[in-house]
């Protein structure tokens, strides 16, 4: 018997049709962002639950991230695969050492300097306090003193607990060191068979997709590690000449404050620039200080204007204003440590995202490297 098509139109609510299309299309995507949204606030929950743990870990990804082309430079010339991978670490420890050096050899010079100019300074600032029209008198300092200690005496035991809870912290930050070390090593020796396990969690048909996405985010990861090392030791170097003109002391010290600071967007530049200044008005007068201040602007925009357009062309494709939003939120939501990771975070996942949405069926699969080498993207295939 042949194949009769119905002509019948299937019958179809009239509640639902007395409904604007254009109202169903919005529910629809209403109902479908509450669920992302919801999602999402899981995995920030059990990420606050788990801060102690995934902390360590991310930072364990971006210092493998610095890494790994060091890494696979070492590999290419043909250096064993642990020898390439114990000298890039042997290289941040070393570049650490020599660095905490520099810093204690300048403070230990300068400090009868320092100590010679604060208590001048400390005089000068007597002076004026006690003069009009502040007329604060040496009586009523030594007075605040006095019930500075009384305060003091009397919480005491408040002092003592958060004590414990700073002794309490740096054990967590030890536990949080060996995480950092151990994410970064097994990271350079085995990343891309641990993102291989990753990948075939997910389901058979979205596996190229998820693999093409996470190559892509590595690749921006890395990309943008390498830019903002680059941005921050030309931030200090300017910094350290700036203060060594201006003859600030502690230069060398500013400038590593400055290198640090340069790794949190918008808020490490403001902070940094402001312990410079800060050390220039206490220690040389506001005339230096105002001086300092326009050295930090004009490095700060040559940062902003010439250094990350230039470095960062099209690798990080982050937005300002996405800088700006980003770090703001992950500052709201975790403080120091979300400013931190906002702007990776960012530039990686929409890189993912960019890489997942263009990829297409007969697009080549990402190349898997030579045996027992590590890849510019830091995988590695055992």
């Known amino acids: 018997m042949p194949y009769i098509r119905s002509t019948r139109r299937p019958r179809v609510d009239p509640a639902v049709e007395a409904v604007p299309e254009g109202m169903r299309i ?9 669920v992302v949204v919801a999602a999402l606030a899981v995995v920030v929950a059990l990420v606050v639950l788990l801060q102690d743990i995934v902390v360590p870990f991310l930072v364990g990804l971006l210092v493998c991230a610095l890494l790994a082309p060091l890494s696979a430079f070492l590999q290419r010339h043909r250096w064993p695969k642990w020898l390439a991978i114990l000298s890039s670490l042997l290289a941040v420890v070393v570049a650490l050492a020599v660095l905490a050096l520099i810093v204690t050899a300048q403070i230990r010079y ?6 010679h100019r604060l208590d001048h300074n400390v005089q000068s600032l007597q002076t004026l306090l006690a003069s009009e029209p502040f007329g604060i008198t040496a009586a009523q300092v030594t007075k605040w ?10 919480h005491a035991s408040s002092i003592l607990s958060g004590a414990r809870e700073a002794g309490s912290g740096l054990v967590h930050a030890l536990e949080g060191l060996f995480i950092v070390v151990f994410t970064t090593i097994f990271v350079l020796v085995d990343g891309r068979r641990i993102w291989s396990w990753v990948v075939r ?18 690749k921006t990861l890395t990309s943008f590690i ?23 002391p502690l230069a060398v010290p500013i400038g590593v404050i400055v290198f640090f600071g340069a790794f949190v967007p918008v808020v490490g ?22 001086a300092m201040l326009g050295v930090v602007i004009v490095v700060q925009q040559l940062e902003s204007h010439v250094l990350h357009p230039f470095l960062t062309g099209s690798a990080v494709k982050v937005h300002p204003l996405g800088v700006v939003l980003g770090v703001t939120a992950g500052t709201t939501i975790a403080g120091v440590v979300g400013a931190f990771f906002a702007v990776p975070f960012i530039a990686t996942v929409n890189s993912m995202v960019t890489a997942a949405a263009a990829w297409r ?22």
Do not use: C, K, M
Not at 110 to 115: E, I, Y
Not at 145 to 154: N, V, W, Y
Not at 231 to 242: E, K, P
């Open 26 to 34: 919005a529910g629809a995507f209403s109902w479908r962002i509450l």
């Open 269 to 290: 530049a403001i902070v940094a620039g402001g312990v410079a200044v800060l050390i220039a008005l206490v220690f040389n007068g506001w005339v230096p200080a105002l």
């Open 361 to 382: 069926p007969e697009d080549p699969a990402p190349s898997a490297p030579a045996a027992g080498r590590t890849t510019d993207h830091g995988g590695v295939q055992s």
């Open 145 to 154: 003193l006095a019930d500075a200690t009384t305060f003091l005496q009397t």
């Open 110 to 115: 300068d400090l009868p300097s320092l100590a």
């Open 226 to 248: 390498r830019v903002q090392l680059i941005v921050a030791v030309t931030d200090a170097l300017g910094i350290v000449i700036g203060a060594l003109a201006l003859q600030v």
């Open 201 to 218: 969690v997910f389901p058979a048909r979205a596996r190229p997709r998820i693999d093409v996405a996470g190559h892509a985010g590595w």
